[in-house]
């Protein structure tokens, strides 16, 4: 048997969870930050991270609404969540990124000043946030004790101040 067989069995054996070992759920989260906070949101709704993407302003949305980006030929609403969750606004830097979201297609991305990495937390680690305005609070899961604040993707991408709606028509 060769050396590479050898370490890929033994690899197999250590990973396998042992017989009667609870299962602990857990989210897996992409972790980015905002001003000095560190946030996350579960990675099945992330499509894709991007850096250096052109945004054009649209006249008469909400504040918070940074304007649209051209993804591949389709258009992505880009939100500031410092002015959604009612912090200070964002400025686009270098370093920023824009995290891509959506569920089956690409439906809104948010600036952040740094994306970090890929995280497992588990979900017994996540406490609820106690928020100071309704608009807050219903874009908040939680948050763990390293002070990690999780976002609802699912409210994210629910809210249709947020999301453009996909249609067939021209100029509707």
Sequence with gaps: MSPTTVLAARA???ARRPAG????ASLDLLVFELGCERYAIETRHVREVVRGAALTPVPGTADFVLGLTNLRGELVPIIDLRRLLGTAAAEVT???SLVILGDER???GVLTDAVHDVSTVPTQAIADVIASSEATREHL???TCEGLVILSGESLLANTRLVLEATDEPGA
């Excluded at 070992?21 to 602990?24: H, I, L």
Aim: glycine share 6%; aromatic share 0%; charged share 20%.
């Design 12 to 14: 197999r054996r250590l």
């Design 21 to 24: 070992a609870p299962t602990v």
């Design 94 to 96: 270098q370093a920023s």
């Design 106 to 108: 690409a439906q809104l």
């Design 141 to 143: 899961r939680g948050v």
